[in-house]
T-cell receptor, first 112, second 113 residues
Framework: GQQLNQSPQSMFIQEGEDVSMNCTSS?????WLWYKQDPGEGPVLLIA?????ELTSNGRLTAQFGITRKDSFLNISASIPSDVGIYFC????????????FGQGTRLTINP | ETGVTQSPTHLIKTRGQQVTLRCSSQ?????VSWYQQALGQGPQFIFQ???????GRGNFPPRFSGLQFPNYSSELNVNALELDDSALYLC????????????FGEGSRLTVL
């Protein structure tokens, strides 16, 4: 099925470092969302973006909706051990059904 | 916690069997979507239910079917199970069919032997 291109696939960083990941698509999306999934859990919504060019923060997390509407990035500042997990971007094309298209995920590992 | 609950959390079936997964949506949410997440992949949209009717479907065969009840809870049914159906099945609720924010349950992990 259709998926977004998310990179990097995995990251190994030291605690306290900043993290950046991004997502690109060949399709235009009306909404971009970022989710985090821990092992054995469902995805948890981190940030939702609704307007091209929008820059939104949630604590140490910052995400932007690309002006072309085909990309988005997520930054995490001053990483801490609980940031470990898999981060997914998701795009919504709009229309009547709320279908989300997900990226393949970025697995974040933090060395203390 | 999102307030979305799913059952069972784990189950094992054999090829050809049928399975029913259940989901209770978050209070105030009238729309339920189901996603399939294979190991190491992002979730894939199966279908959405709104006002007790299917309101959009992904690229899944007809043996994947669903129901939504008047209390907005939902079921996912899969007939004639195949080995490739082994996955985490996620239910997500939202305040409406076009709202952008989905709230996911913890999932039901299905293993088909």
């Amino acid at each position: 099925g259709q998926q977004l291109n998310q990179s990097p696939q995995s990251m190994f960083i030291q605690e306290g470092e900043d993290v950046s990941m991004n997502c690109t698509s060949s399709s235009i999306f009306n909404t971009w969302l970022w989710y985090k999934q821990d092992p054995g859990e469902g995805p948890v919504l981190l940030i939702a973006l609704y307007k091209a060019g929008e820059l939104t923060s949630n604590g140490r997390l910052t995400a932007q909706f690309g002006i072309t509407r085909k990309d988005s990035f997520l930054n995490i500042s001053a990483s801490i051990p609980s940031d470990v997990g898999i981060y997914f971007c998701a795009g919504q094309e709009g229309g009547g059904a709320q279908k989300l298209v997900f990226g393949q995920g970025t697995r974040l590992t933090i060395n203390p | 916690e999102t307030g979305v609950t799913q059952s069972p959390t784990h189950l094992i079936k054999t090829r050809g069997q049928q399975v029913t997964l259940r989901c209770s949506s978050q209070s105030g949410h009238n729309t339920v979507s189901w996603y399939q997440q294979a190991l190491g992949q992002g979730p894939q949209f199966i279908f959405q239910y709104y006002r007790e009717e299917e309101n959009g479907r992904g690229n899944f065969p007809p043996r994947f079917s669903g129901l939504q009840f008047p209390n907005y809870s939902s079921e996912l049914n899969v007939n004639a199970l195949e080995l490739d159906d082994s996955a985490l099945y996620l239910c997500a609720s939202s305040i409406g069919p076009i709202a952008g924010e989905l709230f996911f349950g913890e999932g039901s992990r299905l293993t088909v032997l």
